[in-house]
C-alpha cells in the first residue's frame, strides 16, 4: 500500500539558517508528489509539486525539493528560513488508479527562532 | 465563488445521530476529495471523485460514512450514527485534475458529544 513518511515531528530553526525537511514514500511505480503547507489558522496551500522530468523542482515562497528515485525521498529545503515559514508541512503522493488518491505523511511543524 | 467553500464551519452532534457536511468546490474544477484531519494528525483520505468515473471510497473508515456529488458539482459527505471518534475537522479539496493543485476549503469541524 502506499505510504509518506515524515520523520520529524517538528523542527526548529533560527531566522536565516537553511531548511531541509524529509520525506519518504511507499509506491510501486513513480508517485505525483507534492509539498503542502498549513499555516496557523488558513487552510493548505500548495508549496511545489514533481511528476516527471527535472528532479529538482522550484516551488513558491523560495522552496525546493529534490526527487530522489533511489532513496525514495521528497526532500524539501530553503536555503534561508523566515519567521513567516512557521507553519505545519505536510508531503503527500497521489496514488492509486489515475494518481487521484492522495495519501498525505503526518506532517512536520516547523518553529523558526529569532 | 472565489475558492472552495464548506458548511457548516462547526457542527456538534449527539453520539448516535447523523450528520451532513456540504462542500463547493470551485467551478469547473473535475476532481473532488475528502479528507478527515484529526487533532494533531495528518489528512486521512476518505474519498474522491472525478469527473463521472466512480468515486474511489477505499478511504472510507466504515459503512457509517457516505459521499455523494450530484451534478458533477456540489458534494455531500454524510455520517451516520455519529461515534466520539469521528470528532476531527472534515477537509474537502478541489482541483482539475490529478497533476494540479488540489484547492482546500477552510474545513467543518465536527464535535461528537
Known amino acids: 500500500a502506499q505510504s509518506v513518511t515524515q520523520p520529524d515531528i517538528h523542527i526548529t530553526v533560527s531566522e536565516g539558517a537553511s531548511l531541509e525537511l524529509r520525506c519518504n514514500y511507499s509506491y510501486g511505480a513513480t508517485p505525483y508528489l507534492f509539498w503542502y503547507v498549513q499555516s496557523p489558522g488558513q487552510g493548505l496551500q500548495l508549496l511545489l509539486k514533481y511528476f516527471s522530468g527535472d528532479t529538482l523542482v522550484q516551488g513558491i515562497k523560495g522552496f525546493e525539493a529534490e526527487f530522489k528515485r533511489s532513496q525514495s525521498s521528497f526532500n524539501l529545503r530553503k536555503p534561508s528560513v523566515h519567521w513567516s515559514d512557521a507553519a505545519e508541512y505536510f508531503c503527500a503522493v497521489g496514488a492509486g488508479t489515475g494518481g487521484f488518491k492522495t495519501i498525505f505523511g503526518a506532517g512536520t511543524r516547523l518553529f523558526v527562532k529569532a | 465563488g472565489a475558492g472552495v467553500s464548506q458548511s457548516p464551519s462547526n457542527k456538534v452532534t449527539e453520539k448516535g445521530k447523523d450528520v451532513e457536511l456540504r462542500c463547493d468546490p470551485i467551478s469547473g474544477h473535475t476532481a473532488l476529495y475528502w479528507y478527515r484531519q484529526s487533532l494533531g494528525q495528518g489528512l486521512e483520505f476518505l474519498i474522491y471523485?472525478?469527473?463521472?468515473?466512480?468515486?474511489?471510497k477505499s478511504g472510507l473508515p466504515s459503512d457509517r460514512f457516505s459521499a455523494e456529488r450530484t451534478g458533477g458539482s456540489v458534494s455531500t459527505l454524510t455520517i451516520q450514527r455519529t461515534q466520539q471518534e469521528d470528532s476531527a475537522v472534515y477537509l474537502c479539496?478541489?482541483?482539475?485534475?490529478?497533476?494540479?493543485?488540489?484547492?482546500f476549503g477552510p474545513g467543518t469541524r465536527l464535535t461528537v458529544t
Open positions: 471523485f472525478q469527473g463521472n468515473s466512480a468515486p474511489d
Open positions: 479539496a478541489s482541483s482539475f485534475g490529478r497533476d494540479h493543485e488540489q484547492y
